[in-house]
């Protein structure tokens, strides 16, 4: 995927998940949102661990409600690698959250 985006941070490399792929949404707006710093739905926990990583270079996590389901934006320590998946899919690949 290739965008012109301007954020609060980049991420060299993106994925989207099968299942994403599949709904119906506006991707790009909810990666810019993501690279922009707004993070969802997320706990405070998370928003907190979010905005030291953004510092520190650490695991960001957006969670965003649409109207085809919850979809999630994790961007890797190093911000090199950011992935769009839905919950089930993190679950099926990487145990339950």
């Not at 989207?16 to 405070?44: C, K, M, N, T, Y």
């Not at 957006?62 to 934006?73: D, K, Y």
């Not at 089930?88 to 690949?93: D, H, I, K, P």
């Amino acid at each position: 995927m290739t965008l012109p985006l301007a954020g609060l941070f980049s991420s060299e490399r993106i994925a989207i998940s099968p299942e994403v792929q599949l709904l119906r949404i506006d991707l790009p707006a909810l990666l810019r949102r993501h690279l922009a710093g707004d993070w969802g739905f997320v706990s405070g926990q998370q928003r907190r661990a979010n905005e030291a990583g953004i510092l520190t270079q650490g695991r960001l996590i957006s969670i965003f409600q649409t109207t085809a389901g919850e979809v999630w934006f994790i961007t890797e320590p190093g911000h090199t690698f950011t992935c769009c998946l839905t919950p089930a899919e993190y679950a099926r690949y990487y145990g339950p959250e």
